[in-house]
C-alpha cells in the first residue's frame, strides 16, 4: 500500500493540501508532510487508514515472518483449502 508514497514539503503543501490529499486517495497510498526533509504528518486515504492500524500491522509482520520461515502451506485447489480450514477447525464429517 505504500509502495507508491509520496512526499510533499509543507511549504508546498501550503494551500494545495486539498490537492494532496486528492492524490492520496487517488493513488491509493500516503502522502508524508514533510518539513526540512523529515516527515510530520501522514495523509492516509480514510478507507484505507485500518491498514495502518497497530493491530492491522501487528499481523502483517507475523504474516511476514511465517512466509520468511517457511510457515506457509500451498494448495491446488479451493476445496483443498477449505478441507484444511474444517480440519483445523474440528467440523470434520459434521
Known amino acids: 500500500m505504500s509502495d507508491n508514497a509520496f512526499e510533499v514539503p509543507l511549504n508546498e503543501a501550503d494551500g494545495h493540501l486539498p490537492d494532496v490529499i486528492t492524490a492520496a486517495a487517488e493513488r491509493h497510498t500516503i ?7 523529515r516527515r ?3 495523509i492516509v486515504p480514510a478507507d484505507e487508514a485500518w491498514y495502518w492500524t497497530p493491530g492491522w500491522q501487528a499481523a502483517e509482520a507475523e504474516a511476514d515472518a511465517d512466509a520468511r520461515e517457511g510457515r506457509t502451506r500451498v494448495f491446488a485447489t479451493a476445496d483443498g483449502l477449505f478441507a484444511e480450514f474444517d480440519t483445523v477447525r474440528g467440523d470434520v464429517g459434521e
Open 31 to 37: 502522502a508524508y508532510l514533510t518539513d526540512q526533509g
Open 40 to 42: 510530520v504528518a501522514a
